[in-house]
């Protein structure tokens, strides 16, 4: 009878012992489908920065060609205004 006892508690401790382990695997499960969504929110964000940032570039590099296109523009006017002055 104290082997059948030994048994009895040894399933008994085996058995806390799975459903302990297998509440611990969902707690990390749930974790990691957690940390998944940050993740994939973090991408996402980071993809919608990289677009604006492309967006200011291409703004910058634009407004930088036209101040060029301006600056020439100044400049070929004011050397045909010499020119018509020296003649």
């Known amino acids: 009878q104290s082997l059948?006892?030994?048994l009895?508690?040894?399933?008994?401790?085996?058995?806390?012992?799975?459903?302990?382990h297998e509440r611990?695997?969902?707690?990390?499960?749930?974790?990691?489908a957690a940390a998944a969504k940050q993740r994939d929110s973090a991408l996402r964000e980071a993809e919608e920065a990289r677009a604006q940032l492309r967006l200011v570039a291409e703004a910058r590099a634009a407004g930088r060609r036209e101040l060029l296109e301006a600056q020439r523009e100044a400049r070929e006017s004011r050397e045909g205004r010499e020119a018509q002055r020296r003649q």
Request: hydrophobic fraction near 35%; charge should be negative.
């Open 4 to 6: 059948s006892a030994e």
């Open 8 to 20: 009895r508690s040894l399933r008994a401790q085996a058995e806390e012992t799975a459903a302990t």
């Open 24 to 32: 611990e695997a969902k707690t990390l499960r749930e974790q990691a």
